[in-house]
Nanobody, 123 residues
């Protein structure tokens, strides 16, 4: 299983970015997907998750109302639309493939990880 994340970059406060994660090598549509992030000196934290069909999503409180996770199973791709970005959103963002069909929050539920894409929000 390979996950390739892209779409990161430098943006000003209040701006938007759309991250993409292309999956290959497994039955993408059968599993939940998630996004995590890791800021310098901090642990990797959960951001958002989506179940196998895209019908259920879950977000950490700090991004609710600003970020939207979605998936296109025909394209084997999961997205993270990030709006109203803040400096505290600055981190390396990782996509991950779950071992279940649901919206998993725990890192331990994810078996497959992408390489990460840097998001930097300037103040």
């Amino acid at each position: 299983v390979q996950l390739q994340a892209s779409g990161g970059g430098l943006v000003q406060t209040g701006g938007s970015l759309r991250l993409s994660c292309a999956a290959s090598g497994r039955t993408f549509s059968s599993y939940g997907m998630g996004w995590f992030r890791q800021a310098p000196g901090k642990e990797r934290e959960f951001v958002a998750a989506i179940n196998w069909s895209g019908g259920s999503t879950y977000y950490t409180d700090s991004v609710k109302g600003r970020f939207t996770i979605s998936r296109d199973n025909a394209k084997n791709t999961v997205y993270l639309q990030m709006n109203s970005l803040k400096p505290e959103d600055t981190a390396v963002y990782y996509c991950a493939g779950s071992s279940t069909r649901g919206t998993d929050i725990a890192r331990e539920s994810y078996r497959h990880w992408g390489q990460g894409t840097q998001v930097t929000v300037s103040s």
